[in-house]
């Protein structure tokens, strides 16, 4: 099979590997291509673009990028026309996929067009419905919950369960991380996030926490993202080096696995947050006229999605002034100072992870890609 796969960021670029390992399982002749990361080259892809190109965050500060962004999607668009794939998967980056899908049809493109993380339709622009019913012929979300949405308002949706549940179920603390940290039974992880927007916006904020953690007994450790790569990366190490912090450059998850409890950017880290069963302090800030326009338009409660799988919110969420390192504190605090709270927590985590499934994510997505 000829498959086109496209992301543009880490998380993406994780889901991306996995697909193309399992697709590349059970059909080794197959030709996977298109814009990944490293991630989705080492599982045996081949990256024509990189997803570099997509790594923006915020509605102010993708303005400028704009005319560079159509000239990628013209490119690709010509590319796959000339090279005719069975099918086009495009995973997540709904504004830029999106827009994708739909010029690849207007263009004639008949293979499968299929959505492996569908825009979050549940939570806002919930008119981009009609997008993925149009130009998409099914889409391969990542929850329960929106699999039902998508379903109920005449999306084709399949789901067995999220890719983490699999992945996560063997991450163990590897020799170099009890090494590097043996007896540091206080670790607290502090993730930063993995693009240049949440470097900037959340890494001081982090800092300050990290100086009260540590005069509180605590050992802060970083996480230096595997994707987050070249000036950005040495300014955060730079930074928390200078300050007197750990830094962790492994994988974030063993981080998280280490310590007691997490604080950090709203994201894909706190799903894996939950499935190694650890409280996390969710925090994200962003320029005042983006969260302006975020307010009117989003119609769900919380920003995390753990907080979205049970009842009643298993994370605190930290907004703008609020992700401040006093309160990101306080709510760490009231986790890892008060036994009752805790057990709490603990319970509510171990409800929200039965909600996502047992199944290999990735080798469904597969089997649904390669028999579409």
Request: aromatic share 8%; glycine share 8%.
């Amino acid at each position: 099979m000829n498959i086109f796969v496209s992301c543009g960021e880490v998380s993406g670029d994780i889901y991306a590997s996995a697909f193309i390992r399992e697709v590349l399982k059970a059909s080794p002749d197959s030709h996977v291509w298109g814009m990944f990361g490293p991630e989705g080259e080492a599982a045996g892809g081949l990256a024509k673009w990189s997803y570099e190109e997509l790594k923006l965050m915020g509605i102010v500060e993708v303005i400028p990028a704009l005319p560079r962004i159509f000239r990628l999607k013209k490119a690709i668009t010509r590319e796959i026309l000339n090279a005719k794939p069975d099918s086009v998967v495009l995973i997540d980056s709904p504004d830029f996929h999106l827009m994708l899908a739909h010029s690849l049809r207007k263009a004639g493109y008949s293979g499968k067009i299929i959505s492996l993380i569908p825009p979050t339709v549940w939570a806002w622009r919930a008119g981009r419905v009609k997008n993925l019913r149009r130009d998409y012929d099914f889409c391969l979300p990542l929850f329960s919950f929106e699999h039902k949405f998508l379903l109920e308002r005449g999306v084709k949706s399949l789901w067995t369960a999220h890719p983490l549940v699999h992945e996560l179920e063997g991450v163990r603390l590897s020799e170099a991380f009890t090494k590097k940290f043996r007896g540091c039974e206080n670790v607290i992880a502090l993730m930063p996030g993995s693009r240049r927007y949440d470097i900037h916006y959340h890494l001081d904020a982090l800092l300050g926490t990290a100086g009260i953690l540590k005069a509180k007994g605590y050992v802060p450790v970083f996480s230096v993202a595997p994707g987050l790569t070249g000036e950005v990366a040495d300014v955060l190490r730079e930074r928390v080096r200078d300050s007197g912090f750990g830094l962790w450059e492994g994988e974030g998850r063993e981080l998280m696995l280490g310590a007691r409890a997490v604080a950090g950017v709203s994201g894909t880290v706190a799903v894996e947050a939950m499935l190694l069963g650890r409280y996390m302090v969710v925090i994200y800030n962003m320029k005042p006229i983006t969260y302006a326009i975020l307010k009117r338009l989003v119609r769900v409660k919380n920003i995390s999605i753990p907080n979205m799988l049970t009842d009643k919110a298993v994370y605190p969420e930290l907004l703008c002034e609020a992700a401040n390192p006093e309160r990101i504190v306080s709510e760490l605090g009231r986790y890892l100072d008060d036994e009752t709270t805790r057990r709490e927590i603990d319970s509510r985590l171990l409800r929200a992870r039965d909600s996502m499934g047992t199944d290999n994510a990735a080798k469904f997505w597969a089997e649904c890609v390669i028999h579409a």
